[in-house]
Nanobody, 119 residues
């Protein structure tokens, strides 16, 4: 059974920082691409960042320079460092896992962690 457990969300003032973590189990983490998405109230879920099994990263254009995704294969954990947070960053942040193996592409999702940025 695949489990993605996010942590690290919370309430922070504008300009502050948070680091989200996502601990994965039930997948071969080292050969899975990992990502973060977010969904603000009344909006669709949107891409934030991803990191391939080889360590290649990609970010939403609007977030480049403020957010950093990283992974620790020894801990089966992916991180999202968020700096210079803005009220517009308020959303539920979801961890995504996409194994590079298997016969077909499958996406797994965590339950989400709330990030609230106050002005």
């Amino acid at each position: 059974q695949v489990q993605l457990v996010e942590s690290g969300g919370g309430l922070v003032q504008a300009g502050g920082s948070l680091r989200l973590s996502c601990a994965a189990s039930g997948i071969i983490f080292s050969v899975s691409s990992m990502g973060w998405y977010r969904q603000a109230p009344g909006k669709q879920r949107e891409f934030v960042a991803c990191i391939t099994s080889g360590g290649v990263t990609n970010y939403a254009d609007s977030l480049k320079g403020r957010f950093t995704i990283s992974r620790d294969n020894a801990k089966n954990t992916v991180y999202l460092q968020m700096n210079s947070l803005k009220p517009d960053d308020t959303a539920v942040y979801y961890c995504n896992a996409r194994p590079d193996y298997g016969l077909r592409q499958v996406d797994f999702w965590g339950q989400g962690t709330q990030v609230t940025v106050s002005s």
